[in-house]
Structure formats: structure tokens, C-alpha cells
């Protein structure tokens, strides 16, 4: 522990950390929200039975390619977060880059998935 001024002992936190992973869990909470959605759409369509319409499969096939763009989002938080099979990006210049394309892919996610007209507003940055 550090000792103030006054006497009393403070503690030093990593203000940058923090905004680090603020921002992984903003990406899993969106990342979580997605994937609860697009299952609950596919379980739409398959239990009403229009999944065996020419409509309800191009539908399925669209939430099916957003699901693939979904996984691979998760990919990239692992990736971010350190849990991932290869080692987090560590140039600020790069990870900008993994979270634009976070970005990119929950954008073209939610247009298969019929969420385009909703709020895909980037999260912030650190």
C-alpha cells in the first residue's frame, strides 16, 4: 500500500485496464444478447413449421450465416480477453483494428438477422 498525504494508506488502480475490460464485457453482454436472439429466431422458425417454406429458408439460411458471423465474434473477444488460443494483440493500433471488426461483424449480423433497423451504435473506445 501507498501512503498519502494525510496519513491514510490509498490503493493505485489501472484506470486503463479497467476501461479495457469494461469494454470486453460491453462486447460479451452485446455478444450474449445476439446469440439468445438468433436461437430464439431459428427456434421461431422451425417450430411454427415456416422454416420449410421457400421464405422461412432463406430466413434460416440468413440467421444461420449471422450465427457463423456470431461465433466468430466470440473468436475475437476470447482473443481480446486473453483466453483465446493465440496470445491478445498488444499494439493499441491493432487492437483498434480486432474491435472494428467486432464491429463490422455484429453490424452484418444484425442486417441477416433483421436487427438493421435497430440501434447497432459503436461501443465506445477507450
Known amino acids: ?7 491514510g494508506t490509498g490503493t493505485v488502480v489501472d484506470l486503463q485496464g479497467a476501461r479495457r475490460e469494461r469494454r470486453l464485457d460491453l462486447y460479451r453482454a452485446r455478444l450474449a444478447d445476439r446469440m439468445a436472439d438468433n436461437r430464439a429466431m431459428l427456434e421461431t422458425l422451425y417450430k411454427g413449421g415456416t422454416l420449410f417454406s421457400p421464405e422461412g429458408t432463406r430466413q434460416g439460411r440468413a440467421l444461420l450465416k449471422a450465427r457463423q458471423l456470431l461465433q466468430r465474434v466470440n473468436t475475437l473477444v ?10 491478445p494483440p498488444r499494439l493499441p493500433a491493432r487492437v483498434e483494428e480486432v474491435y472494428e471488426e467486432l464491429d463490422t461483424l455484429l453490424a452484418r ?18
Open 109 to 126: 449480423s444484425d442486417a441477416l438477422s433483421g436487427r438493421d433497423g435497430a440501434s447497432v451504435a459503436r461501443l465506445p473506445r477507450s
Open 78 to 87: 476470447e482473443l481480446l480477453s486473453g483466453e483465446g488460443v493465440t496470445p
Open 1 to 7: 500500500m501507498k501512503r498519502n498525504e494525510t496519513g
